[in-house]
């Protein structure tokens, strides 16, 4: 249960992030966010451990604020990936390389309130 609730809080968030920011869209509805979501998490498990270990000094000097920049090199890759994927009907645009900074600040602080009120116990 906690892959659905992981799934779920990411999609939510995303959604929340495509209604704050302008700059970034989704098109193709429901299936759009989960697939996004899923990417995320997946990227989540496997490539942002290794680049919080690599990035290690930059996250310690900034007090943990590079962490964003991590994110949205994460929600960049999501971006490619769904584009590489080919998806019919199915596309993220984000309109500049700024946005995607604000979007990891807001996915960040969405899903941990999401996270607040679903809980897997």
Same mark, same amino acid.
């Given at each position: 249960? &906690? /892959?659905?609730?992981? %799934?779920?809080?990411? &999609?939510?968030?995303? @959604? %929340? #992030? &495509?209604? #704050?920011?302008?700059?970034? &869209? @989704?098109? *193709? *509805?429901?299936?759009?966010? #989960?697939?996004?979501a899923a990417i995320v998490s #997946? %990227?989540?498990?496997?490539l942002k451990p290794l680049l919080k270990i690599l990035a290690f000094p930059l996250v310690f000097i900034t007090g943990g604020l590079f962490l964003i920049v991590i994110n949205a090199l994460i929600l960049y890759v999501a971006q490619h990936l769904l584009t590489t994927m080919d998806f019919t009907g199915l596309s993220m645009t984000v309109d500049r390389p700024l946005t995607y900074l604000l979007a990891a600040a807001i996915f960040g602080v969405a899903n941990w %309130? /999401?996270?607040l009120f679903i809980k897997d116990n």
């Amino acid at each position: 249960m &906690s /892959i659905l609730y992981t %799934l779920l809080a990411n &999609s939510l968030a995303l @959604f %929340l #992030v &495509s209604r #704050v920011l302008e700059g970034m &869209s @989704f098109q *193709g *509805g429901i299936p759009t966010f #989960v697939i996004v979501a899923a990417i995320v998490s #997946v %990227l989540n498990l496997i490539l942002k451990p290794l680049l919080k270990i690599l990035a290690f000094p930059l996250v310690f000097i900034t007090g943990g604020l590079f962490l964003i920049v991590i994110n949205a090199l994460i929600l960049y890759v999501a971006q490619h990936l769904l584009t590489t994927m080919d998806f019919t009907g199915l596309s993220m645009t984000v309109d500049r390389p700024l946005t995607y900074l604000l979007a990891a600040a807001i996915f960040g602080v969405a899903n941990w %309130l /999401i996270h607040l009120f679903i809980k897997d116990n």
